[in-house]
């Protein structure tokens, strides 16, 4: 194993550059291009078939055969032209991962000729074989049939591997029975139900609007590690995080890594994943450092949410592919190594009308002020209402390790809005009946007049809060890195979808009864910000009083994934998911049913893999070790020399921490042994969380303590130094 990492170390020495070749200097000329957007559309199908397809994708109608015909042809001819010899529908099953199966263009026909086609049958369904993806019990074998959908509301794609490109079609993934088997589908219903939600309630104060699309920006967090390095350290390949490993005499308490230069290889390889992500029209803009060493981001700038999700997995795909071009493996994890900071995917998220309004941001008009606070008392109010749910939302095992760990957004879901909108909301609890008839008057004693220029001018910052407002926009940061952001969006889409509902309903009420619409609105408002406010916090997020103090308040404060993924089926959310039509009770238990077995499942892994490096590389190199230690002291004594003192503690200490890890590991498996016999998933987890994973700490403990021991020549696993300072 040493031998592994030296060689591993030497390789990395004597890497080359890759440097990125630009298609043009203009992004313009090449940005899209591998995307079946407008401009190809007008080249393949006629206007009247473009128009239908649009208006379709806008109202959310189907698209019948005749006009599937026709795009698929369009489709075929466009892809074709670009050298493509296959298709495939791309779709984002449970895994976590994207999945594609392809399909060649070319059929055979009589005579040992073969001709090329793409029917629109083939556009628009297609059966996978895909008995393997996770159904949590949906798919018994005899209905194991899934199908994928055609979504058209996300362009075709083409991706580029070597020679060869494939066709993707974004699909939604079903069962026979069409219940959901992947995180499209209920994304998109939480977009319908929030779109007729939020329509509803615009329109109390401008009948122009008709559609309210959903916005999402979200910023991507990864490591970079030489893929020589990575493949060096089982526990990186298999768990995607490291289990052992000493902090290095270095590591992120200079603050010199974030917002610092670039370094020529990281740089080339972001400069090629992005003409890579922008000729397929994912809108990359922003690169630099983050805090820890080896550590980026990337963000594009936002879009619809659900081309959005798909561009922000289409990314990650990217960047894994053109990575292994550099000999770097791109980290998704949400806390690869320890003691240095993790990785989120911060999603910023609004809301904004078809005649070109974000509704979440703030007017220079102080009447518009109302529909702003409408819709960003609302967004408060459910998150108040449903805080333990989307704390569910966030929730795997490897976010776990990030959350609370003083360095990103708590376990407990607060809002943070900045001092000026706190005094905003405070003033507008506050402030009795309101007049009516003076017009704007009401919105000046409210003090509304006041937001504009100061919100404009200085947004507040707070990095500790899981869920703030940032001027015009929320953004949810305890998102992991790793995630599909639909998992998350799905919930908050659906509590805001169903809260601005009740919102409606109560205002309605208040003006049947006689009441000003103005006077009912800001009213229903009052109450909601009353009802809302113990969610509200300012402070810092990461200390310990705000812990205690949310305690106070009532808060939640679900340190694990375990635990917290029950919101998912509590009476209270499977209402919320069945009077939106998010999820059927079947949908969400299976759902419910595998979270929890991909929280097992995980934990299991790195539970095997720190056994097994624990067992079978570090204690034969500690023992290895100590015997030159026990022959050096001997061979001192022998020729009638003093050994020294610290020799035979260091004898001493390497069989305490050998000792340790023994008895620990073997505590671990039997732990395991145990869980593993639990029928139930949640009381499976549950074990796994609070009786195996209790042993991980202990065990690197011990292992960390050798590695600073043992003779550096002698160490099989690559250390943290080598590893988060990528030459
Ligand atoms: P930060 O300071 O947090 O990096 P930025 O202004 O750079 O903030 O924006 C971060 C992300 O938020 C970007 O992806 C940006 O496109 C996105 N964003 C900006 N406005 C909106 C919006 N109205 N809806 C959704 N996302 C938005
Ligand atoms: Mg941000």
Known sequence: MAN??????????????????????KVSDYYGSNVYGIDAMKATISAENIKKVLTAIEKGEKIDMQLADAVAAGMKAWAMDKGVTHYTHWFQPLTGTTAEKHDAFFEPTEGGKAIEKFRSSALVQQEPDASS?????????????????????????????GNTKTLCIPTIFVSYTGESLDYKTPLLKSLGQLDKSATAVAQLFDTNVTKVSTTLGPEQEYFLVDSALYNARPDLVMSGRTVFGHAPARGQQLEDHYFGTISPRVHNFMVDFEIEAQKLGIPVRTRHNEVAPSQFEV??????????????LLLMDIMNKVGERHGLKVLFHEKPFAGVNGSGKHNNW??????????????SKPKENLVFLTFFVNVIRAVYEHADLLRASIASASNDHRLGANEAP??????????ELSRVLD??????KVEINKGDNMYMKLGLNKIPSILLDNTDRNRTSPFAFTGNKFEFRAVGSSANSA???TVLNTIVADQLFKFKRDVEAEIKKGTKKEVAIADVLRKAIKDSKKIRFEGNGYSDEWAKEAEKRGLSNVKTTAHALEFYVTKKSTKLFIDNGVYSERELHARHEIMLEDYTKKIQIESRIMGDLALNHIIPTAIAYQNKLITNYKGLKDIGLKAPETVLALINDITTHIDAINKNVENMVEARKTANNIEDAAKKAVAYCDDVKKFFDPIRYAVDKLELIVDDEDWPLVKYREMLFLR
């Open 133 to 161: 993806f996770p159904n949590g019990g949906i798919r018994n074998t005899f209905e194991a049939r899934g199908y994928t959908a055609w979504d058209p509301s996300s362009p075709a794609f083409v991706i580029e591997n």
């Open 427 to 432: 003033e507008f609890e506050k402030s009795a």
């Open 410 to 419: 708590p376990a407990i879901i607060s809002v943070f809005i900045g001092s």
């Open 487 to 489: 998992n998350a969006m």
């Open 350 to 363: 609004s809301l904004c009308t078809n005649t070109g309004v974000n509704l979440l941001a703030p007017s």
């Open 4 to 25: 592994l990492r030296f060689k591993a170390l030497e390789f990395v020495n004597s890497r080359q550059p890759i440097l990125p070749v630009l298609p043009s200097n």
């Open 299 to 312: 963000a594009p700038q936002f879009e619809e949410i659900n081309l959005s999700v798909d561009h922000n």
